[in-house]
């Protein structure tokens, strides 16, 4: 699939649930109004249109959420596209997790096929953690990280780097990720949903400032290592570690972006940070066989937009994309 700008789409991120047992302060509002059972598609629906996109060329796939690992069943879903893998349609099927279940669901991830996921921990200290996820316990994720690594998993470690919440934190948790073995990925905060707070503009902190400032403590040694996604990546000269930015703000990485998104209502989003959708449930649910589906995919990679335009400024307090990160999964 080459969209209009010349860009191959071979990477689809799956929401496989608008559910979580956490409740982020950035991500959610704490009293959110979930979908009705009914607009979600099944487990197998979801697996159809995988396959689909499979087909069509996709070669990494990566299910996020909400929180992936909380839909009743979902290693069926993983079991099934693990096939792929398999037959070699697929390079890579991976999540991404705030790793309340890691500690349940890790061993059979490793053998089904998965090799890396991404774990979201955003501090160390278990307050400040449960203040940010409102839900959720440090300890029971640090116990789904020592499952994951003793299954052989690869890990990479999300914080949203947010000011003056763990932004004295960001040595601490370079130290730790690297002492493990673990990447480190700091995230800019982005505009995305009513979170019940008009904090947005005191959270974000632009990730140009906080390398300026990691880069007082460590030697940072640019890398041309990628993951397909859009973090820049540097090496760490006193651990030994890879610590990632990904700057939708501060840097325009829609030249290079691969990928579109599906939520669990069968809708896919063309660009995280762009309205326009094409309904694929429609053409999924029309026929058995996958032809309209087929057309439907097709057109609407010919939509794919060239960019977002998330922006935040003083003027700008509000939203610049109406739903919340956990409907097109990040
Ligand atoms: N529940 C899983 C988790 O937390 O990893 C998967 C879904 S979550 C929406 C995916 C990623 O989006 C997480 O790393 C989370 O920190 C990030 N995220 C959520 N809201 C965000 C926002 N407004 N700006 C930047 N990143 C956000
Ligand atoms: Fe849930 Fe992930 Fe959003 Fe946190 S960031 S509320 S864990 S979906």
């Known amino acids: 699939m080459i969209d209009p700008f010349g ?3 071979s990477y689809l991120r799956v929401s496989v649930t608008d559910r979580c047992d956490f409740r982020c302060v950035y991500c959610m509002a704490e009293d959110m109004t979930f979908l009705p059972k009914a607009e979600v598609l099944s487990l197998e629906e979801l697996e159809r249109l995988c396959t689909a996109f499979v087909r069509r060329g ?5 299910m996020t959420g909400g929180e992936p690992l909380v839909r009743k069943n979902v290693m069926s879903l993983f079991r099934g596209l693990g096939r792929h893998l398999e037959s070699g349609a697929l390079e890579e099927l991976t999540l991404t997790t705030n790793g309340s279940q890691l500690a349940k669901y890790a061993q059979e991830l490793a053998d089904i096929g998965v090799r890396r996921v991404n774990v979201s921990m955003d501090t160390l200290d278990p307050d400040k953690f449960r203040e940010l996820t409102r839900w959720g316990d440090l300890d029971q994720v640090m116990r789904g990280l020592d499952a994951a690594q003793r299954a052989g998993l690869a890990i990479k470690i999300n914080a949203v780097a947010l000011r003056g919440v763990n932004d004295m934190e960001f040595e601490r948790l370079i130290r730790w990720s690297h002492g493990r073995g673990m990447d480190l990925v700091f995230i800019e905060v982005m505009p995305m949903g009513e979170i019940g707070e008009s904090a947005r503009l005191d959270q974000y902190l632009p990730l140009s400032l906080a390398r300026a400032d990691i880069a007082k403590k460590f030697t940072l040694t640019d890398s041309d290592y990628r993951t397909g996604g859009p973090a820049r990546y540097f090496k760490v000269e006193e651990t030994g ?4 930015f990904i700057t939708p703000l501060t840097h325009n990485f829609c030249e290079s972006c691969n990928r579109v998104r599906l939520t669990c209502t069968g809708t896919l989003y063309m660009c995280l940070g762009q309205e326009d959708a094409a309904d694929l449930r ?7 066989s996958d032809e309209i589906l087929d057309q439907a995919i097709t057109a609407a990679i010919a939509r794919k937009p060239k960019g977002h335009d998330f922006i935040i400024d003083r003027r700008h307090t509000g939203p610049a994309v109406p739903r919340h990160m956990s409907v097109t999964g990040g």
């Open 282 to 288: 429609g053409p999924l649910r029309a026929s058995e």
């Open 241 to 244: 570690g890879r610590l990632g």
């Open 58 to 62: 996709v070669k990494k796939l990566r």
């Open 7 to 9: 860009r191959h789409i």
